[in-house]
């Protein structure tokens, strides 16, 4: 069934969300803020330190997407069966260690592309398991309510930090080199996993005692069934795999093709980078009220068919400061556009999702979202290097077209109200974290 939201009046204050909630978004977005030096850092250090041909910056990019495939299905189960805070925690002690190779290896004179993939795998490894946690742990920090709040707000939060980060990473490659720039990102982690570590442990809404745990295998599988049995779920992961495989084939080149044929510079990337991010924050905060508006459906359309228009400019772009500041809007538009539709389309997919599959129902569109990327990436460095780099950024652009073609041919498109079981008795203690009535999660309103 649906059921409108309530809105708060303009002299109402809007519900807390908790302290749970404020210290994981803390914690996430101390993270994010070093993965934006990373992500600032790491092309740079490549393409202008190692001289990564075009091939190379693809495989790099590859192999950091690679464990999603790999590893995000058995990570759904690995995240259902045990308490998230830990492997919050765990996750970002981890990442610590992972990202100070580079600047070891560099004060060491060892620094070589070689190292660059080990630590892209490795880390890629470990943010796999981390995410399956962040994003499954927020239905247990507040009330079904409040999720799309909860979400626009994690959305909002992550475009700050993103925007924040990526200037300070391009002050820091500046001042200091990309090398020793991930130390900030290892300290973001360290600051992440103090914030993790201070969450009250909202316990597990996974099988209880009258539900009881199965092989590893079957558990993956009744995640992967849910997503493909269920027809709003369905279509909102297909138009998600093909944003995956666009964004995985232009994605690898973005960084390349800025750095060598439009001549931007650590310095330029970081503006544009840094634009689009603050595109991110805008589009994050707006979720909510366009959604007031349009309804669910029609802000999933919009948003999804934004993204690839958004992508011309960068086809037609030549060096020079105001194809930079082009780019840089049509990044921070395109970025808008999709946390618009990102935090619209979770919210819908945790709304109905039962609270034992959240974890494998997320992992499993994880998987063939982020999992698509590596291939497409490899796709993308085998265009560019037969075709050239922006042959190949046009062939990511068309691909981003077809997830609104999907969208437009479903119901998905005409969903007037964001969907919402009916609350089953309790569901104020399940919200919080407790175990909820073995019967209250056995059923799934949507079958």
Known sequence: MTLPRPRPSAHEKAPDLGTGFRLYLRGESAGLVGTSVHLVALPALAVLELDATAGQAALLASLAH???????????????????????????????VVVTVVPVAALAGVLSMHVLYAVALVLGAVTVLHQ?????????????????????????AFGAADTAGTYLGTAVVAAVGAAKAFWLDALSYLVSAWCAARIPEPGRPAAGKGRPRRRLAGEIWEGVAYTARTPLVRDVVLALTLTGVGVGVS????????????????????????VSGAGALVGALAAPRIVARLGPGPTLLAGFATCPVAGVPLLFARPGPGWLAVLAAAGGLQLAAAAVAGTTQRSVRQQICPPHLQSRAQQTSTWLVSGSKPFAALAGGAVATAYGARTALAVGALVLVLPAVVL?????????????????????????????????TEADPHT
């Open 408 to 440: 437009w041919r479903s119901p998905v498109s005409r969903l007037s109200t964001m969907p919402v079981p009916a609350p089953p008795p309790g569901d104020r203690a399940l919200a919080r974290g407790d175990r909820p009535p073995a019967e209250a």
């Open 132 to 156: 399956a946690a962040a994003i499954a742990i927020v239905p247990q920090l507040v009330e079904p309510a409040l999720l799309h709040r909860a979400n626009a707000r994690v959305g909002a």
């Open 251 to 274: 994605g690898a080149l973005f960084a390349y093709y800025l750095l060598t044929a439009l001549e931007a510079g650590p310095t330029g990337l970081g503006i544009v980078m840094g």
């Open 66 to 96: 690679l464990p999603t495939f790999l590893l995000a299905l058995p990570a759904g189960g690995i995240v259902d069966r045990y308490a998230k805070r830990a492997l919050l925690v765990g996750t970002d002690l981890a990442g610590a």
